[in-house]
């Protein structure tokens, strides 16, 4: 229990949770390539991907160039683009589309090499989070993908996966802020009081970071539980089959990437130091509702238009 209890503090000081949950979206990534590397290589499974054509090629290609020369041309053109929580939000649309048409592998590059030439045309702030972030955009685009590949249409299965995400992040967000004195304790004239999480120049208890997290999770699953029924009800399967997947994309990169690790750069980015993490947490998590619903709209329209002219071999 003290172990857990260290390891706990050391998450909530600083932007130490965002590293950790970098370091532990780049395990996952890792894990994913070598598995199905070796599975092709030494069990001869079937391949399930995108096969290297010059059609496809040209689409990977015109997604990067759409995409870099959009920012680039948003952000010259409206000078507040340049800086970088704005710019990733227009620039990762079409990164996450190319993980979800070309899957983890291919997203990854392609928000690697996405990001690389905006930072060489663009001159911005340069912080490792929103590198990470590109990166993270491609891959679990690839990773909603490939769920709605596995599942062969069942939409069912999708929307399991978006309510377990769900669980468990509310879980790991509770075992962290929530519980007794999280931070730990320090004595007051003789009494134990908890050590507060400090939000610039305020402080705030550290379960109450966690009834805000559960409350936007909350609404989150009450948003997709609406959406999803609604539909079903109206007998949308095929707008289902893709849409579902797509809320998997958003949401898990809403909270996963955005709230966590974003904030890290934004804290860096407004020199607002150590205690200045929590207060970017806040101010993402607040939006994080309407940014889902926003960002489901727009890659489900981009995606029934550039979708049908990719061929993947499913």
């Not at 993980?99 to 490792?128: A, D, K, N, Q, W």
Request: aromatic share 14%.
């Amino acid at each position: 229990m003290s172990t857990f209890t260290d390891i706990k503090h050391q998450l909530l000081q600083g932007s130490n949770l965002a590293i950790a949950v970098s370091i532990f979206i780049g395990i996952v990534a890792v894990f994913y390539i070598l598995y199905n590397w070796g599975s092709y290589v030494f069990l001869k499974e079937k391949y399930h991907g995108v096969r290297f054509t010059t059609k496809n090629i040209t689409g990977m290609t015109m997604l990067i160039a759409v995409s870099v020369s959009v920012t680039i041309v948003i952000c010259m053109t409206v000078p507040i683009f340049v800086l970088p929580p704005i710019r990733i939000a227009v620039e990762g649309i079409l990164v996450k589309m190319s993980g979800f048409i070309f899957g983890p592998v291919i997203g990854l590059i392609i928000g690697g090499v996405t990001e690389l030439l905006v930072m060489f045309f663009v001159p911005s702030y340069i912080h490792p989070a929103y590198i990470i972030i590109m990166l993270g955009y491609g891959f679990f685009g690839g990773i909603a993908s490939s769920f709605m590949r596995a599942s062969k249409g069942n939409y069912w299965v999708t929307f399991g996966v978006i309510n377990v995400f769900l669980l468990i992040y509310g879980v790991f967000i509770l075992s962290i802020y929530g519980g007794n004195a999280p931070l730990g304790t320090e004595c007051i004239n003789g009494v134990e009081v908890a050590i507060p999480i400090k939000i610039l120049k305020w402080e705030i208890e550290a379960k109450y970071f966690a009834i805000m997290f559960g409350v936007m999770l909350a609404a989150v699953a009450v948003i997709t539980w609406s959406i999803v029924f609604v539909l079903h009800i109206k007998k949308k399967t095929k707008t289902l089959t893709v849409l579902v997947p797509i809320l998997l994309l958003t949401i898990s990169t809403e909270f996963a990437l955005t709230i966590l690790v974003s904030s890290w750069g934004e804290a860096a980015l407004f020199g607002v130091g150590d205690d200045g993490y929590s207060a970017m947490v806040i101010s993402r998590l607040i939006q994080a509702p309407f940014k889902i619903i926003f960002n489901t709209a727009v890659l489900f329209t981009t995606y029934k238009i550039i979708g049908p002219l990719i061929k993947r071999d499913f």
